[in-house]
């Protein structure tokens, strides 16, 4: 209520770890292949010739395909606090496995301060949550979760890309202007470790001083009884035109599609009964 997030330690097992992990690398070898699956590559080295290593692989989205990672939102110590906040009927919208790259020297492996919401054409918020759980120790050497607690009460910013020199990954929109002088607070985790977060708390992650790739893997939930919204002419609608872009190549169809659709062909019900999502 106050914070806008809950740590919960050593929620994951490491066993539970270590097989999401290897799902991972056997991703990024190519020797499966999901279904709907985003493999994206840090924008430094986007152009650069195809390695088959999760060295090249910046992030994964959109696993839901996945029986291995999926595991991962159905996790009943995850659902229990999960329910919390969107009671029984429970929708994972989003999944992601993030596999922050040793920065290249440009600082694009950081993410810019953002709010979750920017991406969801659903509502309310207050029945969304994010699980977010580090897959090893992440601290600020190799680029944890910055929050700015309290900023959940606040309403959807508007987001667009920061003009940072070195380049911005795809997507990767940030606060235009948030008040600076709040307090930053950074979520120093142990593997296992698991945050749960309000889709208005305003977070990033730094940079990748190291040479590992630190890696958390996610799930955003909302109660199936939210209800989507129309986002033309609100801030969201940047954000719209540029995923029907890739949705509309990815899924090889010439009609328009609205954000609302891309998340409808994502969402999986893990708990309950799919009412409206
Ligand atoms: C709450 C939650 C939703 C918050 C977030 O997750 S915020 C971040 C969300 N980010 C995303 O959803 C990005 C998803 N990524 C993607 O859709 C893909 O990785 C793409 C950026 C479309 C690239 O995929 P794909 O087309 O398969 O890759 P290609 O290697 O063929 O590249 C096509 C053109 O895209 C460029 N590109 C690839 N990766 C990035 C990048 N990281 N940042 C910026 N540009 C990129 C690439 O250089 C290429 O450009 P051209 O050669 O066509 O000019
Ligand atoms: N110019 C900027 N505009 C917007 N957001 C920024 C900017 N610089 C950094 N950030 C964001 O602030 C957060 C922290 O960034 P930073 O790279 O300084 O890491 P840090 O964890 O604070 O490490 P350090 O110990 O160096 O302070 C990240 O979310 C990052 O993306
Ligand atoms: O760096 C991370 O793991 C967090 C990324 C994030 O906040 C997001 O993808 O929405
Ligand atoms: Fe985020
Ligand atoms: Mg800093």
Redesign the pocket.
Known sequence: DENGYLVIKNLISGEDIERFRNEFAKICKKEIQVPGLIIMRDVAIAKSEFVPDQKAVTKIQDFQEDEELFRYCTMPQILKYVECFTGPNIMAMHTMLINKPPDSGK?SS????HQDLHYFPFRPADLIVCAWTAMEQID?SN??L?VLPGTHKGSLKQHDY?D?EGGVNKMYH??RDYNKNLP?V?LVMEKGDTVFFHPLLI?????N?TQGFRKAISCHYASADCHYIEVKGTSQENIEKEVAEIAQKKYGVSTPITLKDTWMIRGRLVKGERTNL
Request: net charge positive; hydrophobic share 25%; charged share 25%.
């Open positions: 600082k950081r993410h810019p301060m600020r680029g944890c910055v920061p940072w940030g606060v930053r950074h977070h990033g992650s730094g940079m001083r």
